[in-house]
């Protein structure tokens, strides 16, 4: 083969690869055939069996519709009056056919009333006839029962049908009662001569393995296989509907499909034999396989031939691309002396060689533009791969983390390592949001520096994508901003909290209120308090002797009352506590320490002693809380008359 030209090596290469096509192709073609033809034929299988399922439950429930008439029509008086019930059913001629066996009225306690047979029924016949009887006398409700046999010596599938019969006031005053030969021709009796094609055939059996039509007689009325035997067999016993290939217990292959009879426990089922169905794809086979052996014979010769003309600009070209590669510099451009395709791909290759010099000129003026910028910026900029690798960190990232450039690219400390342990979900959510192509806003995150600092950084990203629409990496920046944070935090605490006491301010507290009134935290306790006599402190010892006493009132609350109560100044000598989940007994007890608290601090002081009136009101539910703060301050004041009369009298006294 080394010493065999390459004319001839693409010619034995081609030749064997389409022989392997041609294979390949006529097998898959004959796979598909197969399972086209399989598939039609189990369609056309289950379509038979589905048409037929239905025929047969139309004429089942024909039956059952005209039992149902005939026994709608029996009165009180027919019932009573045996020869003209008798008269009556004899005169059912299209029951007649049908209940071949026999039809008898019966009173609700079992006694016969007629019958269209003198003589008596077959003992298991007469037997069943009182079973299903006592079944409908009992409930009020039409019977169909299982396929039986009339008698060992007679074995053929009999099923008894029992009808109630209601009076004028919808009582039950009998019951009608027929048994139906499922081997007539008029009933199913045609089902075990009918073919499908040569030797497929059609059986009919109940849920509990009962054959009840079968071509082979012997098998009537027996059982229907063993469980295990036929897997497909099982399953549409267990409810399965549909066609499938299946082995049956004499070893054959077939395609069987299996519908149900509604309203019945009974599968009709249809069985042809794999052999017989496809055997067209078989023919087909050996007649493709002749043919294409002549062929590729005939495709083989007339490729050598073609060859010597169709490899020559080929090579031309390939000997210049040779010395393209080695001598970039010296030629530019490829040639060829061709009329044909050729001429085209040298040209193509021609435009991608200067494309791709353009490109690389470009790119070289981008990468020294983008340095510059990412090397002079004040924010840490970085360039990630999808692997996670980091490609590129500008000369801030070590300024603000203090990690050096090769640290952060190492794959345990890039970014992700560095991030505050409780903002890494958010940043994961983030970083899974760009990676997926959401548009996202800029993300404040805090970062665990070199040194253990905690430092905030602002950051944004996008992804880089090829032209293609694929991921390259994510190209992001993050800017310091941590000095923003802290006048942030501190405009922050201003706006909730009063200056002079550290309380939550007023503004805040009716946000909290509003929230509050809302929400599903329900009971809540609002409590007012008013700093008794600072006005008199202010005009007599001071403004700022008035202060410090309303910093120690401030301290005396915040001790009393919880971290997540909201205790607010909103006025000058006022105070406001809101109690979330306190109800009116939790209340009492708070508003007692409270005062134990206020009278320990003022034994404790010797100056900036407090004294408050107070009144609070529980609010169980939204409506409620919005009347609260009104409700609370009226008994505050309340409060403050009762202290004002007890210092009074104490004075008198």
Not at 533 to 557: E, P, S, Y
Request: a positive charge; glycine letters at 8%; charged letters at 25%.
């Amino acid at each position: 083969m080394k010493n065999l030209s390459l004319k001839t090596k693409i010619t034995i290469h081609a030749a064997l690869v389409f022989l392997l096509l041609m294979l390949l192709g006529t097998f898959v073609a004959r796979s598909y055939f197969h399972q086209q033809l399989r598939a039609s034929v189990e369609d056309q299988l289950f379509t038979t069996v589905s048409l037929l399922a239905d025929e047969l439950n139309k004429k089942v429930n024909n039956i059952k519709t005209v039992a149902h008439e005939v026994a709608g029509n029996v009165t009180p008086q027919l019932l009573a009056n045996p020869r003209e019930a008798r008269a009556y059913l004899e005169q059912q001629f299209r029951l007649m056919k049908i209940f071949a066996e026999r039809m008898t009225l019966f009173t609700v306690d079992g006694e016969m009333v007629a019958t269209t047979h003198d003589k008596p029924g077959p003992l298991n016949l007469d037997r069943f006839y009182h079973i299903y009887l006592q079944k409908t006398a009992v409930t009020g409700a039409p019977f169909f029962s299982e396929p039986v046999t009339a008698s060992p010596e007679i074995n053929r599938p009999l099923v008894v049908l029992t009808i109630p019969i209601f009076g004028p006031e919808k009582e039950l005053i009998g019951v009608f009662a027929g048994s139906i030969d499922l081997l007539n021709d008029n009933i199913l009796g045609f089902l075990s001569n009918a073919k499908l094609g040569q030797t497929g055939f059609f059986q009919l059996f109940t849920q509990n393995r009962t054959m009840i039509v079968h071509p082979d007689p012997s098998r009537i009325m027996l059982e229907a296989g063993t469980k295990g035997d036929d897997p497909l067999f099982d399953r549409a016993i267990g409810g399965f509907e549909g066609t499938g290939e299946t082995l049956t217990g004499q070893g054959q292959r077939v395609l069987a499909g299996f519908k149900r009879l509604p309203g019945t426990n009974w599968i009709l089922a249809a069985t042809f034999p794999v052999s017989e169905a496809l055997a067209p794809v078989k023919t087909a086979l050996r007649l493709a396989l002749i043919v294409l052996s002549c062929g590729w014979g005939i495709c083989v010769s007339l490729m050598w031939i073609a060859m010597r003309h169709l490899i020559k600009p080929i090579l031309s070209l390939t000997r210049q691309l040779r010395d393209l590669a080695v001598h970039p510099k010296r030629q530019k451009r490829v040639a060829v002396s061709a009329h044909d395709e050729t001429v085209e791909l040298a040209e193509s290759i021609n435009n991608l060689m200067e494309e791709l010099e353009k490109r690389e000129t470009d790119l070289a003026r981008h990468q020294e533009l983008f340095q510059i910028l990412a090397d002079w910026s004040t924010n840490w900029i970085f360039w990630e791969s999808p692997a996670g690798e980091i490609l590129y960190v500008s000369p801030a990232a070590s300024r603000i983390s203090g990690y050096p450039p090769g640290e952060l690219r190492k794959q345990g400390q890039h970014f992700n390592a560095l991030v505050h342990p409780e903002d890494r979900a958010l940043w994961k959510k983030h970083c899974h949001e760009v990676v997926g192509g959401v548009k996202t806003s800029p993300l404040d995150i805090r970062i665990l520096t070199k040194t253990g600092e905690i430092c905030w950084l602002s950051h944004s990203c996008q992804p880089v994508l090829g032209e293609n629409g694929k991921i390259l990496g994510i190209r992001g920046s993050l800017a310091d901003i941590s000095e923003r944070k802290v006048i942030e935090e501190q405009l922050r605490f201003l706006s909730t909290r009063d200056g002079l006491t550290g309380l939550y301010s007023r503004g805040f507290f009716n946000d909290e209120l509003d929230r509050i009134s809302k929400g599903r935290v329900f009971p809540v306790t609002l409590m007012m308090a008013d700093l008794d006599g600072l006005k008199k402190i202010n005009d007599t010892l001071g403004h700022a002797t008035g202060d410090h006493v309303i910093r120690q009132a401030a301290r005396l609350l915040q001790k009393t009352f919880r971290t997540d109560d909201v205790v607010a100044r909103i006025g000058g000598d006022e105070f406001a506590v809101l109690m979330p989940g306190v109800d009116e007994t939790a209340a009492v007890k708070i508003l007692q320490r409270f005062r134990r608290l206020e009278a320990e601090h003022n034994r404790e002081m010797k100056g900036g002693k407090v004294a408050f009136s107070v009144g609070a009101f529980t609010a169980a539910d939204g409506k409620s809380l919005a009347t609260a703060m009104e409700k609370a301050d009226a008994r505050m004041y309340r409060d403050k008359e009762r202290r004002k009369q007890k210092s009074r009298q104490g004075k008198k006294n």
